[in-house]
């Protein structure tokens, strides 16, 4: 792959802890990869709007308020209904496992909770992302 992979860093809803999104967005540019974090309090509009603008190939959500189950799909969905099916979609956060596989129906690929290895997420991004 020689074009550099670029990442978008999301929190979507109200959660106001960015500690470990930033800690993965520093480990993902790092890695060589393009990084925009979009901060705090955004919505899947703000998202998916801003993955379009900087044409990214994979979008990380981070979320700790326990609302995953919703803001996360409500991603995945509006990637669908606007056509971006080659944007990869990942989670990380307080996410339980029993969710897990509801969130990769919806259209999370990956999803990566407290202790995971930054160098397991750069692998999973570099293994999964589509050029």
Known sequence: MNEKIRVLVAKPGLDGHDRGAKIVARALRDAG????????????????????????????????????????????????????????????????DEDVSNLKKAGVSGVFGPGTHCDDIVKFIRKNVKK
């Not at 393009?34 to 979008?59: K, R, S």
């Not at 969905?77 to 307080?94: F, Q």
């Open 33 to 96: 990869m393009e990084v925009v974090y979009t901060g705090l309090h955004q919505t899947a509009d703000m998202i998916v709007e801003t993955a379009i603008q900087e044409d990214v190939n994979v979008i990380g959500l981070s979320l700790l308020s326990g609302a995953h189950m919703t803001l996360f799909k409500d991603v995945t969905s509006l990637l669908k209904k606007k056509g971006l099916n080659d944007v990869l979609v990942i989670g990380g956060g307080i996410i339980p």
